[in-house]
């Protein structure tokens, strides 16, 4: 029997499972996936001091050195259900049942739906498939393409697919409907986009950033957006334009667009095709935590970490006993910031659950210091008010941990 479990073999599931060994626990890492590495298997970005990050070398890393550290991986096994024992966790696998006296989840994040006519033809797929495709599979998704939805992981992602050399000729929001809300308000993207404008390659988006920064600027930069868009790297970022559909017979032919008033309706009269033979939705990532709720975790909705998230407290435990959350399950960050919080949780667990148990206190409050320096130095956020978000649910999972003390 494992002494630790680590479901998930992302960034923050490898760093846990390398922190955890190293102390002398027993890890077993299970992934779906044939390969380990998670999301960073499709990353591929310049930073802003010029160094290239490469997510699939960083990958090689980790698990080269959970290898050396005696960590157990399997790979292509999937787990369907999470259950609290008298001795811990049964975990139940495609491969058999596991039990172990902790378990990490470390499932990271799935991409949220963008709904609008046609998106079941082929040729169309999520933004995250593109990428994986890309730079993973180094699959070519086509030779001209239209991307639906503006956002800090589609604007990265659509840079990657051109020095693939694949053609985008647009981003573009999506229509407006109930499900569509946020990503097709023009005035709620351009926010979200001025938090990464210090990254943009012109200097004068740089600048036209900086001017904009209060609400009444913002309202005005929405009402003269350009109709054809502000360039990145080349390619036309259209706020006053939304996809209305995706058209085609058998496959991806075009996109109907029709430019949009500030409020996300369109103009009559505005729209046209634009030819294309691949398009991808981008509708931004929520936390991947069905298990933790088939576990009994209890879960807070906090908008700033992406949705609904497992309370959990800064050495990634849940209120469960032996049941700990690292990563992007406990709200949308960098690649870098899940690596932190996975070490992090590695420590937790080892200083319950292995043999160096009730010693590592002083490694442990490092690794807490750690999470939070590299969050304060990410270069992207996905969404506004992180550290609000942390503190908010650091609140909440004291008060419910106070709450069952008291009723115990």
């Given at each position: 029997m494992s002494e630790c479990i680590i479901i998930g073999a992302g960034p923050a599931g490898l760093a846990?499972?390398?922190?955890?060994?190293?102390?002398?626990?027993?890890?077993?890492?299970?992934?779906?996936?044939v390969k380990p590495g998670g999301r960073l298997l499709g990353q591929l970005h310049q930073e802003p001091d010029g160094e290239w990050w490469n997510g699939i070398e960083e990958a090689e890393k980790l698990v080269a050195e959970a290898k050396a550290a005696g960590v157990s991986l399997s790979l292509g096994t999937s787990v369907?259900?999470?259950?609290?024992?008298?001795?811990?966790?049964?975990?139940?696998t495609t491969d058999g049942i596991l039990d172990a006296p902790a378990v990490l989840l470390a499932t990271g994040a799935a991409e949220t739906a963008v709904p609008l006519p046609g998106w079941t033809l082929p040729g169309v797929m999520s933004i995250g498939a593109a990428q994986v495709m890309t730079n993973v599979q180094r699959v070519r998704v086509g030779a001209r393409g239209v991307i639906i939805g503006v956002n800090i992981l589609s604007v990265a992602i659509t840079r990657e697919l051109q020095l693939a050399g694949i053609h985008v000729d647009r981003m573009v929001l999506p229509?407006?409907?109930?499900?569509?809300?946020?990503?097709?308000?023009?005035?709620?993207?351009?926010?979200?986009?001025?938090r990464v404008a210090h990254l943009?390659?012109?200097?004068?988006?740089?600048?036209?950033?900086r001017l904009?920064?209060?609400?009444?600027?913002?309202?005005?930069?929405?009402?003269?957006?350009?109709?054809?868009?502000?360039?990145?790297?080349?390619i036309p970022i259209q706020l006053r334009t939304a996809a209305l559909e995706i058209i085609g017979s058998n496959q991806v032919e075009g996109v109907r667009i029709a430019r949009?008033?500030?409020?996300?309706?369109?103009?009559?009269?505005?729209?046209?095709?634009?030819?294309?033979d691949f398009v991808c939705i981008a509708g931004g990532l929520y936390p991947l935590a069905e298990l933790a709720a088939v576990a009994g975790c209890p879960f807070a909705y906090i908008p700033e970490l992406g949705g609904h998230v497992p309370l959990h407290d800064?050495?990634?435990?849940?209120?469960?006993?032996?049941?700990?959350?690292?990563?992007?399950?406990?709200?949308?960050?960098?690649?870098?910031?899940?690596?932190?919080?996975?070490?992090?949780?590695?420590?937790?667990?080892?200083?319950?659950?292995?043999?160096?148990?009730?010693?590592?206190e002083d490694e442990l409050a490092r690794a807490i210091r750690q999470v939070e320096q590299v969050r304060a130095q990410a270069t992207i956020q996905f969404h506004p008010y992180i550290q609000e978000g942390r503190r908010r649910i650091a609140s909440l999972y004291a008060a419910h941990v106070q709450q069952a003390s008291a009723m115990a």
């Amino acid at each position: 029997m494992s002494e630790c479990i680590i479901i998930g073999a992302g960034p923050a599931g490898l760093a846990a499972a390398i922190a955890a060994a190293k102390q002398g626990v027993s890890v077993r890492v299970i992934d779906e996936f044939v390969k380990p590495g998670g999301r960073l298997l499709g990353q591929l970005h310049q930073e802003p001091d010029g160094e290239w990050w490469n997510g699939i070398e960083e990958a090689e890393k980790l698990v080269a050195e959970a290898k050396a550290a005696g960590v157990s991986l399997s790979l292509g096994t999937s787990v369907y259900d999470l259950q609290k024992t008298l001795d811990g966790w049964r975990v139940s696998t495609t491969d058999g049942i596991l039990d172990a006296p902790a378990v990490l989840l470390a499932t990271g994040a799935a991409e949220t739906a963008v709904p609008l006519p046609g998106w079941t033809l082929p040729g169309v797929m999520s933004i995250g498939a593109a990428q994986v495709m890309t730079n993973v599979q180094r699959v070519r998704v086509g030779a001209r393409g239209v991307i639906i939805g503006v956002n800090i992981l589609s604007v990265a992602i659509t840079r990657e697919l051109q020095l693939a050399g694949i053609h985008v000729d647009r981003m573009v929001l999506p229509p407006v409907n109930d499900v569509n809300k946020h990503p097709a308000d023009p005035a709620h993207v351009m926010q979200s986009l001025l938090r990464v404008a210090h990254l943009a390659p012109s200097p004068l988006i740089r600048l036209g950033s900086r001017l904009m920064q209060s609400a009444g600027m913002q309202r005005l930069g929405v009402r003269f957006f350009p109709p054809q868009g502000v360039k990145m790297w080349g390619i036309p970022i259209q706020l006053r334009t939304a996809a209305l559909e995706i058209i085609g017979s058998n496959q991806v032919e075009g996109v109907r667009i029709a430019r949009i008033a500030p409020n996300g309706t369109p103009v009559p009269g505005s729209d046209r095709i634009i030819p294309a033979d691949f398009v991808c939705i981008a509708g931004g990532l929520y936390p991947l935590a069905e298990l933790a709720a088939v576990a009994g975790c209890p879960f807070a909705y906090i908008p700033e970490l992406g949705g609904h998230v497992p309370l959990h407290d800064e050495q990634m435990r849940t209120p469960l006993d032996g049941l700990y959350a690292a990563g992007n399950i406990t709200g949308i960050e960098s690649a870098k910031v899940a690596k932190a919080q996975g070490y992090a949780a590695g420590l937790s667990i080892a200083n319950t659950h292995g043999p160096n148990a009730g010693t590592l206190e002083d490694e442990l409050a490092r690794a807490i210091r750690q999470v939070e320096q590299v969050r304060a130095q990410a270069t992207i956020q996905f969404h506004p008010y992180i550290q609000e978000g942390r503190r908010r649910i650091a609140s909440l999972y004291a008060a419910h941990v106070q709450q069952a003390s008291a009723m115990a």
